[in-house]
């Protein structure tokens, strides 16, 4: 007992020599924290001041965004008459210059259809020209009818003189009663009877001016019912150039849903054509990117098919009128329910480089990343002038009319026409197609016209 009391007092050599170890731990290193602090935060300090050296001499100078994609003139290609699909000439991914025969429709309705439009031509010609030559009798029996009045008027003049004679005569007995009176009937008959082809020359004149009234003023050439009949044809034949389809543009078939024999009515979608030369890129700006966007801007665009190693230089055309969201099939209701704010993005319309398109086609719907040069506002952000030229134009349908007119005027000048029994060639020379929505060209003219237009305040 007392060798452990004195063992675990506090006064003997072991209770004094435990607590050493703990006075024995090694220092700290401030000094050496205090750098490491230091470097951190001049690394920050230098991050921060590198940082804000690019933001003010480089990204406040440019918009960016990754939510753009390409767009084009997606053509579709409908019939215009109903009709049996007899051929197809184009398939999917075929490239196609502008009158290129795409589908043939079955001609067989169209031609039986022409052929009775044009001898319902032929015959009313034949009854307007009788019309006018029955002009002819009718101005002859006038003049018969005239002649006669003019004979019979001669007739009761000199009946009347003969009255007028006889009767000083009659009192002195020289003339009889009875061949007085007997000079007296002759001069009441020759009366009667001019007054009677007095008559008929005016039924003879209203007989003629009824003809006139329907041929008066014109030739049979351009009478009512001969251009009735005309315009009667050349919507027959028409109807039967539109059963060849063919592409108003050049481009790629895309989307061919027709199929041989099938049965299509007029506007029904057989089959897409796509224009890869004229491209433009539809950039989804958020609204609050919109400030410094301005019409005639650069653009940098990358496309994710080709990476960042193509660069595509392009141009603003034109700013939207509304946010995508408002113009969607189902608009945002919100003021119903719970309102959550969701930042809104205005489609900005870029156009495209001819060069760059050659060189690095793209296809309609690819996704792109846009950057453009803000630094020259002296733009519009919104078109202050309306469009001078076509978005689009062609005179690929203008070349069906002439061979209608030259048949119609052989009908009209009285040939014999042989009924068409095949749809006519094609003609041989392409007809032009001009204007392209987002091409180059028509970006160059919008961007020069809003030359003249003030900047648009900041917002």
Known sequence: MNDNTQSNSPN????????APAAARPAGNPQGRRKGLTAVAAAVVLGAIAWGGWHYMVSRNFQTTDNAYVGGNVVQITPQVGGTVISIGADDTDYVTPGHLLVQLDTADALVALSQAESQLAQTVRQTRTLYANDAPLMAQVASRQADLSRLQADA??????????RPLLATGAVGQEEFQHAQ?????????????????????????????????????????????????RESYLALERTRLIAPVQGYVAKRGVQLGQRVASGAPLMTVVDLNNLWVDA????????????????????????????????????????????????????????IKVV??????????????????????????????????SGSSLAAHPRTTPVAQTTLYDVNMPAADARIAQIIAGKNLAPLTSLPDAPATAPTTVGASGSAATARQQVASQSAVPAAPAQ
Request: glycine share 8%; aromatic share 4%.
């Open 284 to 339: 989804n700006f958020k609204e609050s990117q919109l400030a410094d966007l301005r019409i005639g801007q650069k653009a940098e665009l990358e496309a994710d098919v080709y990476g960042s190693k193509v660069i595509y230089h392009g141009t603003i055309v034109g700013l939207g009128a509304g946010t995508g969201a408002a113009f969607s099939l189902l608009p945002a209701q919100n003021a119903t329910g719970n309102w």
């Open 344 to 377: 809104q993005r205005v489609p900005v319309r870029i156009s495209l480089s001819p060069e760059d398109l050659q060189q690095h086609p793209l296809r309609v719907g690819l996704s792109m990343e846009v950057k453009v040069d803000i630094r020259d506002r």
């Open 12 to 19: 003997s050599p072991n209770a004094s020599a435990s607590p």
């Open 157 to 166: 003049a000199r009946a009347h003189d003969d009255v007028q004679r006889r």
């Open 185 to 233: 009937a002759q001069a009441k008959s020759a009366q009667d009877a001019a007054v009677a082809a007095r008559a008929a020359v005016r039924a003879a004149q209203a007989q003629l001016e009824a003809a006139q009234a329907t041929t008066k003023g014109g030739t049979a050439t351009d009478y009512p019912a001969v251009l009735a009949a005309a315009a009667k044809v």
